[in-house]
């Protein structure tokens, strides 16, 4: 597989049986193949992490689906557009069949559906941001994908104690959800995209630490960073990561390519 960092919280993973987009607003797409379906994912509708590009990308995409939080307003979406996005809030999964015709699975407290006569290219389940919208966990073809979007441990100074303590709560709520999800699937996480925010100070690295600790990736990639890619080393130095440091992808800029 194929991993590029587009631009802030954007990646292309590039996979054998699809292509998956996340949360891309600006940059440069890589070249990438077009004769994949491709799977483009927003998280919510936060100016840094969607834009209305995505229903506009180069003819190359013959077979372009949306999975879009339902934060964001329909009206967004070219009429044209819309028989192709799924809009899912949080705590909802589902499978997404290579037709592209979206089956309910498994939605919370709800039966699952009869298997669908097409193996699904793509399972998706939802958890609610500790900000807006929601995080994306993806199954595709037995490759697993976790996605943050705004989901993090947005502990800030000078918010009062009972604020950051109640972020804290319910970010590690969320991640005992994830943990719950994959245990269900019999699955591990592969790569996961999951915020590095430096304007966040001496807390910067409470959300990714808080991930790898209690869910696990087999590589992670920092993202968030508002250009500022000195915390992925920084963070590479401290003691506080040295369970999962050899795990923690080392971004440089916009563009880099990983072949995993």
């Known amino acids: 597989m194929t991993i590029t960092y587009i631009h802030h919280s954007g990646f292309l ?13 600006t940059g440069d797409l890589p070249q990438a193949d077009g004769e994949k ?22 003819d190359r995409f013959k077979d372009v689906r949306y999975v879009i939080s339902n934060d964001i307003w329909e009206r967004r979406v070219p009429a044209e557009k819309r028989q192709k996005a799924l809009f899912l809030a949080p705590g909802e999964e589902r499978d997404i069949e290579l037709s592209g015709k979206p089956e309910a699975a498994g939605i919370s407290g709800q ?3 009869e298997p669908a006569a ?15 919208g929601v995080a994306f966990l993806v199954d595709c073809g037995g490759t697993v994908i976790y996605h943050a979007g705004d989901l993090n441990n947005w502990t800030w100074k ?15 709520r969320e991640l005992k959800k994830i943990r719950e999800v994959l245990d269900g699937w019999g699955k591990e996480i592969d790569i996961a995209f999951v915020p590095l925010d430096g304007r966040l100070e001496e807390n910067f690295y ?3 630490d808080d991930f790898m600790r209690q869910v ?13 890619y000195s915390v992925i080393g920084a963070l590479k130095s401290m003691p506080e990561s040295e369970p999962y440091r050899e795990r923690i992808v080392r971004i440089t800029g916009d563009g880099d390519s990983f072949e995993l």
């Open 158 to 172: 000078g918010e009062p104690d009972s604020w950051n303590h109640s972020m804290a709560a319910n970010y590690h």
């Open 13 to 25: 993973a590039e996979l054998p049986q699809a292509s998956l987009l996340f949360d891309y607003y």
């Open 111 to 113: 039966p699952e559906t």
């Open 206 to 208: 409470l959300g990714l």
């Open 216 to 228: 696990g990736a087999k590589r992670v990639f920092p993202m968030h960073c508002w250009d500022d």
């Open 37 to 58: 379906p491709l799977f483009v994912f927003a998280s919510h509708r936060h100016g840094d992490h969607f834009s209305e590009a995505i229903f506009h990308l180069p």
């Open 118 to 132: 097409v193996s699904p290219v793509l399972r998706v389940h939802t958890f609610r941001s500790t900000d807006e």
